[in-house]
């Protein structure tokens, strides 16, 4: 990050390049239409300026086909703009398999990111260059946005909500995180910086971090610790469902409905278990609404996850 | 100019009566108007003075003018004066009163006395606001979004909403009675395709009244229950959805900016006729897409939602629907330009800020495309960019569309007329300081300055800087039409009834107008804007 004078921001990511095309066809349209409209209207303008002699208008009468076409030609470039932003914001929802994961928890006034190996960073995410990351965010507090500018990425991290986008950073260096949803009185405060590091380099840098163990390994005691496994037994006639293999898999629920259980479904149903009650179930769990911070559901989550993962299934929905 | 002795000024609105109740209890359309002008100069003048000082602190990068509390309290106060107490009443509460039942030969307008009441709903709301201003004012932004507004918040959110909430019962009052208004009281002869264009535009500007506020009537009253009974509809800690917060607001806060905006293409339709004495190109055309706009404006709000966390799918038909708003923008934009062709182009001041409005509003139009374009949208959006789009739009557009109906109608509203060569250095001035306030802001949204940062990191000083010089020019041009006004109040040149040569019912009727408008009700006999034509040229573009 340098300070120099710029007109066009450094582009750190793969979206970004994409998105700078699309910018780059935008300004292209803009300009043209920008130059018609001025070139006419400075054009009519003058010559047609009331003098003597020339104090009336002359009759003109309009052409419909030149009032079909004004409308028509810049709805189809616009069409053009829609499929194009479409097919690149589709995308930036839509993680590789095998994506690293990093877990967001924002707050007032305050980046905190979790790496799935248990290492944990305030304001500050490392990761290696030329690999996907996938962020799955949520907010201890207010509405808060995740914007790396040189990414082109931005996210609103809501509470109580799990959201997430991806990105795969294209170079090593550094590059400022912001929060780009106004916060509360230090929103202009909230701010960070991702560090992009070749592969070595990065490995050297997560044996070097500090770590309590991975988060799914807490999740699993966490899980014992708070009687989980008394019900969760994976047998076949347990109480409770089976989570081996659960994550990513179409859950039947009562009523006939079916859902995918993504994060946001198993934190919605450790949370509050009688939202969605699995089909040939008793809603006996009790609820945790109010009893878990964000930090242990996301260990939770990700332990979760990790039974998936075991089963041989791949870590993508 | 002497009056000879004895004989004796016509009687006009003005000198009816000079006592202050005749004014405070008017039910005189003109004189409603006149008192909104007065309450909304006032509202301009505060909100524009928030707006300098965040430009001032925004010179350099260090939050180092006024703390961080402070500054979050001036982005708010200047959006919540701005939009809701100068944008949204400006154009149809001061000259759709004044003017609509003046263009369809009315003698005022449907229901009087709602008329002024919408005036006394309108100052108590915008007491509310400023009490909640000298009290310690408002942080949320004036998007109020939740939990922000309704949990966390230690300002005085609920007097602020509460001012926003009783003002909107005055739009919709306004909206109702133009709506009735154009229905009922058209002077014979008067059809539907012989409305004046901007009577076209007031008519579809009422529709969106009153039919989106009460969206955020409800949205900012179901804040002010989170705030003070817990109930948690937009808490996410008692099991609230925050961003149902965002789909009401939106449902009216997008629609409302059509309201903000279609007034101004209506002056703008007048003003390109008036000063080229020609023909509106397509009157059915440009009438039409008022309409198309007021209906499209209902089907867009999703499109500030492309980052908040709605579905993907969602986001997709809301770009789409957002792209459709630029087919009936760019028949305003191209038709008001073929209107030039074979024109008689007067360089009046009315005109120079119709012509600074097309150039304007054509980048501010444009811009939006970027906007509706989902993946540039998600780099954008909540940058300087945004501010800079929206801003060319609302000030860029309306408020010189504001200006330009101010020196245009002004000798109708007064009878005197305002020093021509000021007038014109005005618009000069605030054509050049817009475009350096805001211009820079593109770039720097671009390069990812987000919006309501109190301080910055140090690459951006150099496009602040250039906003804030363009800050302190436009604020220069304009203080210099508040004061060439009121001086011509006293020592302006009689202006005759039609000083335009201008077509249209009200200037069939001295200036200033009498009491009752018309000495007899005035009958339609031909289509609008029938300017008077050479014969010796013809042709089409």
Redesign the interface.
């Known amino acids: 990050?340098?300070?120099?004078?710029?007109?066009?921001?450094e582009r750190g990511s793969t979206?970004a390049e994409?998105?700078d095309d699309?910018?780059f066809y935008?300004l292209l349209?803009?300009f043209v239409?920008?130059a018609l409209?001025?070139i006419?209207?400075i054009t009519?303008?003058v010559k047609?300026?009331?003098r003597p002699g020339?104090?009336?208008?002359?009759?003109?009468?309009?052409?419909p086909a030149?009032?079909i076409a004004?409308?028509v030609l810049?709805?189809a470039l616009?069409?053009v703009?829609?499929v194009?932003?479409?097919?690149?914001?589709?995308r930036?929802?839509e993680a590789p398999p095998g994506a690293m994961e990093v877990y967001v928890v924002a707050r007032?006034w305050m980046w905190k990111l979790q790496h799935p190996e248990g290492s944990s960073e305030i304001n500050e995410l490392h990761v290696p260059v030329h690999r996907p990351v996938r962020l799955v965010m949520t907010s201890q507090?207010?509405?808060h946005?995740f914007?790396v500018?040189?990414f082109?990425?931005?996210?609103?991290v809501?509470?109580?909500?799990y959201?997430s986008i991806w990105f795969q950073a294209i170079q090593p260096g550094e590059y400022?995180l912001?929060?780009?949803?106004?916060?509360?009185?230090?929103?202009?405060?909230m701010t960070g910086r991702i560090v992009v590091m070749t592969d070595p380099d990065y490995e050297r840098w997560m044996s070097e971090a500090t770590s309590q163990g991975s988060l799914a390994a807490v999740g699993l005691q966490l899980f014992r610790g708070l009687g989980c496994s008394g019900c969760h037994t994976g047998a076949a006639d347990a109480r409770a469902p089976r989570l081996e293999g659960l994550f990513g898999s179409r859950v039947q629920l009562e009523g006939g409905r079916s859902v995918v259980a993504d994060e946001a479904y198993l934190r919605e149903s450790i949370l509050?278990p009688r939202a969605k009650i699995v089909s040939g179930f008793q809603p006996l769990m009790p609820v945790f609404?109010?009893q878990l911070n964000e930090d242990d559901l996301i260990r939770l989550v990700a332990y979760l996850k990790s039974l998936a993962v075991r089963e041989g299934r791949p870590d993508q929905p | 100019m002497t009056i000879p002795l004895g004989a004796r000024v016509p009687e006009n609105y003005l000198t009816a009566d000079y006592r202050l109740r005749s004014w405070l209890f008017t039910t005189d359309h003109k004189r409603i108007g006149i008192l909104y002008l007065i309450s909304l100069t006032f509202y301009f003048f505060v909100g524009g003075f928030f707006a300098l000082l965040m430009r001032l602190e925004l010179v350099t990068p260090a939050g180092d003018l006024v703390q961080p509390e402070t500054y979050n309290r001036l982005f708010t106060m200047h959006g919540v004066i701005m939009l809701f107490f100068f944008l949204v009443p400006s154009i149809p509460a001061v000259f759709g009163n004044f003017f609509l039942p003046l263009m369809i030969g009315a003698r005022d307008v449907a229901f009087p006395r709602l008329n002024l009441a919408s005036w006394y709903i309108f100052n108590l709301g915008g007491l509310l606001a400023l009490a909640s201003i000298i009290l310690g004012g408002v942080d949320t932004g004036w998007t109020f979004y939740t939990p922000y507004s309704s949990v966390y918040s230690n300002s005085y959110v609920l007097l602020a909403a509460g001012g926003i909430f009783i003002m909107g019962f005055s739009s919709i009052i306004t909206g109702l009675n133009f709506i009735v208004t154009t229905h009922k009281l058209r002077a014979p002869g008067l059809t539907w395709g012989r409305l004046p264009l901007f009577v076209w535009s007031l008519y579809a500007t009422a529709l969106i009244q009153v039919l989106a506020t009460p969206s955020i009537t409800i949205a900012l009253g179901l804040i002010g229950v989170d705030r003070l009974l817990k109930v948690g509809i937009f808490d996410p800690a008692l099991g609230g959805d925050p961003v149902l917060f965002q789909h009401l607001f939106w449902f009216y806060s997008h629609p409302a900016v059509y309201v903000m905006i279609l007034p101004g293409m209506g002056v703008e339709s007048e003003l390109i006729t008036t000063f080229s004495r020609q023909r509106p190109y397509g009157y059915a055309f440009i009438a039409g897409s008022s309409l198309a706009i007021a209906v499209l404006s209902f089907l867009v709000w999703g499109h500030h939602m492309f980052v908040a966390g709605q579905s993907v799918f969602a986001s997709l038909i809301f770009s789409l629907l957002s792209f459709l708003v630029a087919i009936p923008s760019g028949v305003k934009v191209f038709s008001w330009t073929a209107t030039l062709y074979k024109g008689a182009v007067s360089y009046a001041t009315p005109m120079l800020y119709a012509l600074g409005f097309i150039g304007l509003f054509t980048i501010g139009g444009l811009t939006g495309l970027f906007l509706a374009t989902l993946a540039v949208d998600v780099h954008v959006t909540d940058t300087y960019f945004v501010i800079a789009h929206f801003h060319y739009i609302m000030v860029g557009g309306m408020v010189m569309a504001y200006l330009g109906a101010m020196h245009y109608w002004w000798p109708k509203m007064t009878g005197k007329r305002y020093p021509e060569a000021w007038g014109r250095l005005s618009a000069l001035i605030v054509f050049v300081g817009f475009n350096l306030t805001f211009f820079p802001q593109f770039l720097m949204g671009y390069l990812g300055m987000p919006r309501r940062y109190h301080a910055y990191p140090p690459e951006f000083q150099i496009y602040h800087v250039l906003s804030s010089a363009g800050a302190s020019i436009l604020g220069v041009g304009y203080l210099l039409p508040l004061v060439y006004f009121l001086w011509s109040l006293r020592y302006g040149a009689p202006a005759g009834a039609d000083p335009w040569d201008a077509t249209g019912l009200e200037w069939r009727t001295p200036s200033p107008p009498p009491t009752h408008n018309f000495g007899e009700t005035p009958v339609v006999t031909e289509a609008p804007y029938a300017y008077r034509l050479r014969e010796d040229e013809g042709g089409s573009p």
């Open positions: 990050m340098d300070s120099g004078f710029r007109i066009f921001p979206n994409g998105v699309l910018y935008l349209v803009s239409f920008s409209i001025f006419l209207v009519f303008a047609y300026r009331r020339r104090e009336r208008a002359a009759r003109v009468t309009p052409q030149l009032e004004w409308m810049p709805f616009c069409l703009m829609f194009w932003g479409a097919r690149l914001y589709v930036i929802y007032q507090d207010v509405i946005s914007y500018p040189a082109r990425i931005k996210q609103d809501l509470p109580n909500r959201t400022p912001l929060c780009a949803e106004y916060c509360g009185t230090k929103h202009s405060g509050d609404r109010g």
